[in-house]
């Protein structure tokens, strides 16, 4: 759910914005993505960037069922994003593998 491209990880965002504008900021690119994959369901930049996304709510998220979820989906996205491009890369520029280290 967040763009392919550029999206929901863009460094100094939050810095910009306060944490409830970039949470909604962050939901929206998420859906954008999520419409890109309903369509295209190899598209390895939208399934990394909704898992980007996703991870990103998760460290934001008080609510720890609702933190559960998020990193539950990311990982699940990401490993797609994997399994169609090993080289896939989050719109931070930084390879997909990666982010589920995090």
């Known amino acids: ?20 504008e970039f949470v909604e900021m962050v ?7 999520e419409m890109v994959v309903a369509a295209r ?12 996304g996703l991870l990103q709510l998760a460290l934001m998220c008080d609510d720890v069922p609702k933190k559960k979820e998020y990193l539950r989906d990311s990982r699940e996205k990401l490993n797609k994003a994997i399994k169609v491009n090993a080289d896939a890369v989050t719109p931070d520029g930084e390879r997909t593998i990666f982010q589920l280290v995090n």
């Open 1 to 20: 759910k967040a763009r392919a491209g550029r999206g929901c990880c863009a460094s100094g965002a939050m810095a910009q914005m306060g944490q409830d």
């Open 27 to 33: 939901i929206s690119q998420n859906q954008q993505c």
């Open 41 to 52: 369901p190899r598209n390895d930049a939208a399934l990394s960037a909704w898992g980007a």
